[in-house]
C-alpha cells in the first residue's frame, strides 16, 4: 500500500534554488556600482537643488557647487557606460576614479552645508565602506586618507587656521572608522570572492553531476518519503517506460508495482524502516510484456521538512550479463562433456576395431554360409558408423585453437562457401551470400574454417525449400558488443538464413553435445562451433523464431594470442 500523504497540500520537496543566491551572499561589482551611482545622482540632484535656491544669497558657492555636480554626472554617466553598456571589466583605477568623484561630491556638500560637525561627514565613512569591496588594502588606504585629507581641508578653510578640539575628535574617529572599514571590508571582500569561487564550483559539480545521471546507462529515480517522484533519469524512464516529466511530484509507488515488484518492495522498504540494498535483483515487466532482469541497489537520506527518508534507487538491465554468463557457463560444460568424450571414444575405438576385424576374418571363412555374410556385412557397415561417429567425438574434444597467426576473415568465408556450394547436401535453389570488408584478426584458420562450415552447412540442410543465407563479416561496434564482456575492439561474424527456424524444444538445448534438429544429425556441429569461438575468447548468440530464420552472430577478438588461449 503506498504511504499517504498529509491532508491538504502535499509538500513538495524542498529543492535548492540554483539560480537565487544564498542569503549571505554579498553583492557582486556590477550590484555596488548601481547602488553607488543611484546614490551619487540622489545626492547630486539634491545638492543641485539645494544650490538653486541659495544661488540669489551665495553665487559664487553656488556656482562651484554645480560645477561640481556636472562633473559628478558626467563621470556617472562615463562609468555607467562603461559597465552596463559597453560591459567592459572594471580594473582598480577605474573604481579609484570613481571614488575620487564621490568623495569631491562628499566634500561639495560638507562644504556647501557649512556643518563639519552635523552628520554629513559620515558619508565619507559609506564611500570608503563601499569601495572597500571593490579595491584592494592599499587602494583602500589610500582613499580613505584622501577622506581625512579632504575632511581636515575643508574644516580648516570653513574656520580658519585654528580647529577646535571636537574637530580633531572627528577626524581621529573617522580615521579609526575608516582603519576598521578598510580591514572589514578586505575581508568581506576576501570571503565574497571565496563564496563566489565555492559557489562557481558548486554549479560545476551540479552540472557535471546532471551530465553523469542523464547519460549513464543505469537507471536513477529518487522517491521522497511521501511516495512521490522526485527525480528520475532518462534511462530509468526508459527501462520503466515511464513518463518522468510528467510524474515529477506525483505519486509514483503504484506504476513501480506493475513494473518491477522488487523496485517497488525496496522502495518502499526505504520509506518505511529506511532499509538500504547494496546488491539485489529482480525484473522489469515493460508494456510490450518484454521482461528483462535488473541490478537494484537503493540508499536512503532524510530531509528536515520530512518524517519518512527519501529513497534513491539505481538499477541496471543486466540481460547482457546474464547472457554472458551463461555463455561461461555453456563453455564450462562443453568442456566437460568434451574430456569424457574423448576418453570413451578411445576406450570403445580400440574393442570396437578388434570387433570389425574379427568378423570380416569370419565372414572370408570357408564355412561360413550366405546368412552369416549378410550379418557380418552388416555389423562391418554398423561398426564403420560408429567409427565415424567416434572420430566426430574425438574431433569435438580436439578442438583447441593451437595456431594463431593474422588472417582475413573475409577470405576465409568466401572459400568455406565455395565449398559448402559443391557438398552433396547443398540444394541447387540454395543462395549463399558474402558480404562486408576484409577485416583482419589473429587467430586459428582451421577452427574458423569449421565454424563458418557448420553455420553455413547446418542453415542448408535445415531448409525445406529455396533458402536464402547471407554471411556477413565487419568491426564490430562498440553499441553492438553486450555488456559484460571484456571485449573491447571485436571482429563480428554473422550468419542469417530466410529458413524455417529452430524449433523451441531445441533452442534451448542447442549448443548441448547430442542434440540436433535434423533426423540423422550427430548434434555436434554447434558444440563445435561454441567450443572454437570460446578458444578465441569469443562469444557466439543465436536469434532465431517459428518461421522467421535463424541468425548467428559471433564475436571475436581482433587482436588474439595463442597464450590467451592456453
Not at 318 to 327: A, F, G, H
Request: charged letters at 20%; a negative charge; aromatic letters at 6%.
Amino acid at each position: 500500500m503506498e504511504p499517504s500523504a498529509p491532508s491538504g497540500r502535499a509538500a513538495v520537496p524542498t529543492v535548492p534554488d540554483r539560480r537565487r543566491p544564498g542569503k549571505n551572499t554579498l553583492p557582486d561589482q556590477r550590484t555596488l556600482l548601481t547602488w553607488l551611482f543611484g546614490g551619487r545622482l540622489v545626492l547630486a540632484t539634491g545638492v543641485l537643488l539645494g544650490a538653486g535656491l541659495v544661488w540669489t544669497e551665495r553665487p559664487q558657492e553656488s556656482f562651484i557647487v554645480s560645477i561640481a555636480v556636472v562633473f559628478a554626472l558626467m563621470f556617472t554617466l562615463y562609468g555607467a557606460g562603461t559597465v552596463f553598456l559597453l560591459r567592459r571589466a572594471p580594473t582598480n583605477a577605474f573604481f579609484f576614479i570613481q571614488a575620487l568623484v564621490d568623495l569631491g561630491l562628499v566634500t561639495t556638500i560638507l562644504h556647501f552645508a557649512g556643518q563639519p560637525q552635523s552628520a554629513f561627514p559620515a558619508l565619507y565613512v559609506l564611500v570608503v565602506a563601499a569601495y572597500s569591496l571593490l579595491l584592494p588594502p592599499a587602494w583602500v588606504a589610500v582613499t580613505a586618507i584622501l577622506a581625512s585629507a579632504l575632511f581636515l581641508g575643508d574644516t580648516v578653510w570653513s574656520h580658519g587656521a585654528s580647529l577646535d578640539t571636537a574637530s580633531w575628535a572627528q577626524i581621529v574617529v573617522f580615521n579609526l572608522v575608516f582603519a576598521i572599514v578598510a580591514v572589514l571590508g578586505h575581508r568581506l571582500r576576501e570571503a565574497g570572492m571565496e563564496q563566489a569561487t565555492l559557489a562557481t564550483e558548486l554549479q560545476r559539480v551540479r552540472l557535471e553531476a546532471d551530465d553523469i545521471l542523464r547519460n549513464i546507462r543505469s537507471g536513477v529515480l529518487t522517491v521522497d518519503g511521501f511516495g512521490r517522484l522526485a527525480f528520475i533519469n532518462p534511462t530509468a524512464e526508459r527501462l520503466l517506460d515511464l513518463d518522468g516529466e510528467a510524474l515529477i511530484g506525483l505519486p509514483v509507488l503504484d506504476q513501480l508495482k506493475s513494473r518491477s515488484s522488487e523496485l517497488w518492495a525496496a522502495a518502499v522498504a526505504g520509506i518505511r524502516n529506511g532499509r538500504k540494498i547494496s546488491r539485489g535483483e529482480g525484473m522489469v515487466v515493460q508494456g510490450a510484456g518484454r521482461m528483462f532482469p535488473i541490478g537494484l541497489s537503493t540508499t536512503t537520506f532524510r530531509q528536515e521538512a520530512q518524517d519518512a527518508p527519501s529513497v534513491t534507487a539505481i538499477f541496471t538491465d543486466i540481460s547482457d550479463l546474464k547472457e554472458v554468463q551463461e555463455l561461461h557457463m555453456r563453455a564450462e560444460r562443453l568442456e566437460a562433456v568434451a574430456e569424457l568424450s574423448a576418453s570413451l571414444a578411445h576406450e570403445i575405438r580400440n574393442p570396437l576395431a578388434s570387433i570389425r576385424s574379427s568378423v570380416e576374418q569370419l565372414a572370408r571363412s570357408k564355412h561360413a554360409d550366405d546368412d552369416e555374410r549378410f550379418l557380418s556385412g552388416l555389423i562391418v557397415r554398423e561398426s564403420d558408423r560408429l567409427s565415424r561417429l567416434l572420430s566426430e567425438f574425438l574431433d569435438f574434444a580436439r578442438v583447441r585453437a593451437t595456431h594463431f597467426a593474422p588472417l582475413d576473415l573475409h577470405s576465409v568465408v568466401v572459400a568455406v562457401v565455395r565449398l559448402i556450394r559443391a557438398h552433396p547436401d547443398c540444394r541447387p535453389d540454395a543462395v549463399i551470400t558474402v558480404e562486408g570488408e576484409h577485416t583482419l584478426l589473429e587467430g586459428d584458420e582451421d577452427l574458423l574454417h569449421r565454424v563458418v562450415a557448420n553455420l553455413v552447412l547446418n542453415a542448408v540442410q535445415a531448409a525445406r525449400g529455396p533458402i536464402r543465407i547471407t554471411v556477413t563479416v565487419a568491426a564490430a561496434q562498440a553499441s553492438e558488443i553486450p555488456h559484460g564482456t571484456d571485449l573491447e575492439h571485436a571482429v563480428r561474424l554473422q550468419v542469417r538464413d530466410n529458413g524455417p527456424g529452430i524449433p523451441e524444444e531445441v533452442r534451448e538445448r542447442l549448443f548441448q553435445p547430442f542434440v540436433s534438429g535434423r533426423s540423422g544429425g550427430s548434434g555436434l556441429g554447434l558444440a563445435i562451433v561454441q567450443r572454437a569461438v570460446e578458444a578465441h575468447r569469443g562469444l557466439v548468440l543465436v536469434d532465431s523464431g517459428p518461421g522467421s530464420g535463424t541468425t548467428f552472430t559471433i564475436f571475436l577478438p581482433a587482436k588474439m594470442v595463442a597464450e590467451d588461449a592456453a
